[in-house]
């Protein structure tokens, strides 16, 4: 096929469509992906101060070039335009160079670049019968180099520390792919081995140029165990079968899933732990909290203001440089509602994001004061959920199980009711176990309640619980039965436990409220209501939307 061939039809796959660039089809979202530091970060294009007028003309010479093709990126499910790809070739030695920019950062590290390349490639071998496409790209762009590589090509020379990059030196990787070796294909593997091989590269290049000293989780247990036991303060969402759970979670989901949590050094000593997973669903890439929006490093408070200080901002740096390196924007982050420093105004870590210029979104969460009676929180309950649970604590037989009482039987049973309440089965069984072994391994217990008559298990309500934290995580109640206060009587039990084990905080959950962007269910706002009748405080959670650009280090 000719090149007027490929040119006269679609160049389409299932992921992108490329189209010819022209004076006619110019967009100055073109100039101003160019202008922007981040986006060019890896461009030499970035030395060239290009106007209006300047890139008219590059469009203008590469239009009327005999040997050039510049080609602009559109999405397939929704055509928007997301970058531009280039071939120049020479005829007589057979032989064209790729280059490549994904423009729009919310399409970074979804696939994008690596169909492009796909079709440039057959469109290059295809209609312009090259014998072999060669392109090049800077050492740390890793996400540039596996898109190539994922289309066949290989490196066949590096060129050691050949530009300077970000005040540092930097090799560039040359690679080439022969029309021998080429085949279509665009498919991106996602096995676990592949992707621990790749995010663990791109977390050791990100933590090299941000100078922060960790040690992995799943490497050191021993030494995030130390640091949990060192905290004044432990939540449970950072405590490690709280992270294992989520990630057998959405593993079962279908998510490609790796837990990179890391244990932070100061001084050649251990200070600090931050639970970072790194997650792929649908060929989209996130940085989490084991699914959740990122939270921010939990340090001992044994550290000095100068070294709190010191560790975010080498923590907001590699954060920066892992998004560059997977080509994605960077994550939602979040502060969790602490119900020990509510009062002491911003954290350092608040301040920095502050200052990077981050839009501060407002959630509320409902907690317990386990530090009072349980007859002062009774007081601070609805008035009308005292009746209620005095009623169910009545009708149904109520227990609390934890490692010494509840059997499989029993957990068996707990599972099986959820099932039945929601109509299927909204997680796998691998979820089940873990939360059966939080119990037995003392992070955990469960309230039941049964039908006095026949024991039937009616409901259930499943708690987790660090050592100064409680968390309502799960429940299960008979529909036939909603009318009763089940919930009511499971509530104030699981709070009474809690107060035995010597736990300081109850987390029941999150508060949503109708004005809430996005906007919260009707469903959310009732679960919400049900649980703010139980709490005796409501702390606020910030979540922050962080656009990328270049981290200064103030």
Same mark, same amino acid.
């Given at each position: 096929?000719?090149?007027?061939?490929?040119?006269?039809?679609?160049?389409?796959?299932?992921?992108?469509?490329?189209?010819?660039?022209?004076?006619?089809?110019?967009?100055?979202?073109?100039?101003?992906?160019?202008?922007?530091?981040?986006?060019?970060?890896?461009?030499?294009?970035?030395?060239?101060?290009?106007?209006?007028?300047?890139?008219?003309?590059?469009?203008?010479?590469?239009?009327?070039?005999?040997?050039?093709?510049?080609?602009?990126?559109?999405?397939?499910?929704?055509?928007?335009?997301?970058?531009?790809?280039?071939?120049?070739?020479?005829?007589?030695?057979?032989?064209?160079?790729?280059?490549?920019?994904?423009?729009?950062?919310?399409?970074?590290?979804?696939?994008?670049?690596?169909?492009?390349?796909?079709?440039?490639?057959?469109?290059?071998?295809?209609?312009?019968?090259?014998?072999?496409?060669?392109?090049?790209?800077?050492?740390?762009?890793?996400?540039?180099?596996? *898109?190539?590589?994922?289309?066949?090509? #290989? &490196?066949?020379? $590096?060129? @050691?520390?050949?530009?300077? !990059? =970000?005040?540092?030196?930097?090799?560039?990787?040359?690679?080439?792919?022969?029309?021998?070796?080429?085949?279509?294909?665009?498919?991106?593997?996602?096995?676990?081995?592949?992707?621990?091989?790749?995010?663990?590269?791109?977390?050791?290049?990100?933590?090299?140029?941000?100078?922060?000293?960790?040690?992995?989780?799943?490497?050191?247990?021993?030494?995030?165990?130390?640091?949990?036991?060192?905290?004044?303060?432990?939540?449970?969402?950072?405590? *490690?079968?709280?992270?294992?759970?989520? #990630? &057998?979670?959405? $593993?079962? @989901?279908?998510?490609?899933? !790796? =837990?990179?949590?890391?244990?932070?050094?100061?001084?050649?000593?251990?200070?600090?732990?931050?639970?970072?997973?790194?997650?792929?669903?649908?060929?989209?890439?996130?940085?989490?909290?084991?699914?959740?929006?990122?939270?921010?490093?939990?340090?001992?408070?044994?550290?000095?203001?100068?070294?709190?200080?010191?560790?975010?901002?080498?923590?907001?740096?590699?954060?920066?440089?892992?998004?560059?390196?997977?080509?994605?924007?960077?994550?939602?982050?979040?502060?969790?509602?602490?119900?020990?420093?509510?009062?002491?105004?911003?954290?350092?870590?608040? !301040?920095?994001?502050?200052?990077?210029?981050?839009?501060?979104?407002?959630?509320?969460?409902?907690?317990?004061?386990?530090?009072?009676?349980?007859?002062?929180?009774?007081?601070?309950?609805?008035?009308?959920?005292?009746?209620?649970?005095?009623?169910?604590?009545?009708?149904?037989?109520?227990?609390?199980?934890?490692?010494?009482?509840?059997?499989?039987?029993?957990?068996?049973?707990?599972?099986?009711?959820?099932?039945?309440?929601?109509?299927?089965?909204?997680?796998?069984?691998?979820?089940?176990?873990?939360?059966?072994?939080?119990?037995?391994?003392?992070?955990?217990?469960?309230?039941?309640?049964?039908?006095?008559?026949?024991?039937?298990?009616?409901?259930?309500?499943?708690?987790?619980?660090?050592?100064?934290?409680?968390?309502?995580?799960?429940?299960?109640?008979?529909?036939?039965?909603?009318?009763?206060?089940?919930?009511?009587?499971?509530?104030?039990?699981?709070?009474?436990?809690?107060?035995?084990?010597?736990?300081?905080?109850?987390?029941?959950?999150?508060?949503?409220?109708?004005?809430?962007?996005?906007?919260?269910?009707?469903?959310?706002?009732?679960?919400?209501?049900?649980?703010?009748?139980?709490?005796?405080?409501?702390?606020?959670?910030?979540?922050?939307?962080?656009?990328?650009?270049?981290?200064?280090?103030?």
């Amino acid at each position: 096929m000719k090149l007027t061939d490929y040119l006269d039809r679609k160049l389409v796959n299932d992921k992108v469509e490329l189209f010819q660039l022209g004076e006619s089809s110019l967009s100055l979202q073109h100039l101003q992906w160019l202008r922007d530091p981040h986006i060019s970060k890896f461009l030499e294009s970035r030395f060239t101060e290009y106007s209006e007028e300047t890139l008219l003309q590059f469009v203008r010479d590469c239009e009327t070039s005999p040997n050039k093709l510049l080609l602009g990126i559109r999405r397939s499910d929704n055509s928007q335009y997301i970058g531009n790809i280039k071939l120049h070739w020479d005829s007589h030695h057979g032989v064209g160079d790729i280059g490549l920019m994904i423009g729009d950062i919310s399409s970074w590290g979804q696939g994008y670049a690596t169909s492009a390349i796909s079709l440039v490639c057959e469109l290059g071998f295809g209609g312009v019968g090259l014998r072999k496409i060669v392109a090049g790209a800077y050492a740390s762009n890793v996400g540039s180099l596996r *898109a190539f590589q994922r289309n066949g090509f #290989q &490196i066949e020379a $590096t060129l @050691a520390d050949h530009v300077i !990059q =970000d005040g540092n030196l930097d090799s560039v990787c040359m690679m080439r792919l022969f029309h021998s070796e080429y085949v279509v294909t665009s498919k991106v593997d996602d096995s676990p081995e592949v992707l621990m091989y790749e995010w663990s590269g791109w977390i050791t290049a990100a933590l090299a140029k941000s100078e922060l000293r960790v040690v992995f989780r799943f490497t050191k247990q021993d030494a995030w165990e130390q640091v949990w036991q060192s905290l004044t303060y432990q939540p449970v969402n950072y405590q *490690a079968s709280t992270l294992d759970y989520q #990630q &057998i979670y959405f $593993t079962g @989901a279908g998510w490609a899933m !790796q =837990d990179f949590s890391m244990v932070i050094s100061h001084d050649g000593k251990p200070c600090g732990i931050w639970p970072l997973t790194l997650g792929r669903y649908k060929a989209k890439t996130t940085i989490s909290t084991a699914g959740a929006a990122l939270m921010p490093p939990l340090l001992m408070a044994s550290l000095g203001a100068k070294s709190v200080k010191n560790i975010y901002t080498k923590a907001l740096h590699f954060l920066q440089e892992l998004c560059i390196q997977l080509q994605i924007p960077m994550p939602t982050l979040q502060c969790p509602a602490d119900a020990l420093t509510a009062s002491n105004g911003l954290t350092e870590w608040q !301040q920095q994001l502050l200052r990077h210029g981050v839009l501060s979104i407002d959630r509320h969460e409902l907690f317990v004061d386990l530090s009072l009676t349980m007859a002062e929180i009774r007081n601070t309950f609805r008035k009308s959920y005292k009746s209620l649970i005095n009623k169910g604590l009545t009708l149904f037989n109520n227990e609390v199980l934890d490692a010494r009482q509840l059997s499989r039987s029993s957990w068996e049973e707990f599972k099986n009711l959820h099932f039945e309440v929601a109509g299927r089965k909204t997680r796998g069984e691998a979820s089940w176990d873990k939360q059966y072994e939080m119990v037995l391994g003392g992070a955990a217990f469960l309230v039941t309640a049964r039908d006095r008559a026949s024991g039937r298990l009616v409901g259930a309500g499943f708690f987790q619980h660090t050592r100064d934290e409680g968390q309502y995580a799960v429940a299960a109640y008979d529909r036939n039965l909603f009318d009763q206060p089940i919930g009511h009587a499971v509530q104030q039990l699981a709070i009474e436990r809690m107060r035995a084990l010597g736990l300081k905080w109850y987390k029941i959950g999150e508060r949503r409220y109708p004005q809430e962007m996005p906007p919260a269910t009707s469903k959310e706002i009732a679960i919400g209501e049900f649980k703010h009748g139980f709490a005796s405080h409501v702390f606020t959670r910030q979540e922050y939307k962080w656009p990328v650009r270049e981290l200064g280090n103030g």
